[in-house]
T-cell receptor, first 116, second 111 residues
């Protein structure tokens, strides 16, 4: 069975400093991994995805994540936080077997606060 | 604009009432899913579909029905609303083996 653990429910950084949001996953098969962002009262937007190509994945708005199979981790980073990055971030794992319908399993979310 | 369209955006129901949340996508995606979002719990899968005529249960299916008569539409029916179904509901679609595109959500309150 798949599962996702986001290690921090809240992260607070100052504007201009690096962002690290931590995610560990468990999957019985070769997983696809995603990061989604949700701004207040908005829908979910795909930041980036890993689907077994390069292990370092670059996404939108300067975010990137590294797939580490040995550590079963997929941490999200950004070199310099911007006020507009304040939002809730979800780490998501998907089983790519068709019979599972590409089901997504979500972590509980990490709320990122950016201080000026 | 292409994407996933959910209606309504807001709804208040009385306990015991039924209703249908609509979801339509125009990207010809095979996979469609319904999720509910509750504070501190991320999103949980209610039902999903791998193509027209094929549906299956997710993690929290009780109290909900779905059907998929066309590729484009995937409505979610609440049979007899309960306060525990107060939540934000998201519909999403994806092509095979790729990430999901989410709708903007339906905020449902059951009183």
């Amino acid at each position: 069975a798949q599962s996702v653990t986001q290690l921090d429910s809240h992260v607070s950084v100052s504007e201009g400093t690096p962002v690290l949001l931590r995610c560990n996953y468990s999957s019985s098969y070769s997983p696809s991994l995603f990061w989604y962002v949700q701004h207040p009262n908005k829908g979910l937007q795909l930041l980036l995805k890993y689907t077994s190509a390069a292990t370092l994945v670059k996404g939108i708005n300067g975010f990137e994540a590294e797939f580490k199979k040995s550590e079963t981790s997929f941490h999200l980073t950004k070199p310099s936080a911007h006020m507009s990055d304040a939002a809730e971030y979800f780490c998501v794992v998907s089983d790519r077997l068709m019979e599972y319908g590409n089901k997504l399993v979500f972590g509980a979310g990490t709320i990122l606060r950016v201080k000026s | 604009n292409a994407g996933v369209t959910q209606t309504p955006k807001f709804q208040v129901l009385k306990t015991g009432q039924s209703m249908t949340l609509q979801c339509a996508q125009d990207m010809n995606h095979e996979y469609m899913s319904w999720y509910r979002q509750d504070p501190g719990m991320g999103l949980r899968l209610i039902h999903y579909s791998v193509g027209a005529g094929i549906t299956d249960q997710g993690e929290v299916p009780n109290g909900y029905n779905v059907s998929r008569s066309t590729t484009e539409d995937f409505p979610l029916r609440l049979l007899s609303a309960a306060p525990s179904q107060t939540s934000v509901y998201f519909c999403a679609s994806s092509p095979v083996g790729d990430g999901y595109t989410f709708g903007s959500g339906t905020r449902l309150t059951v009183v």
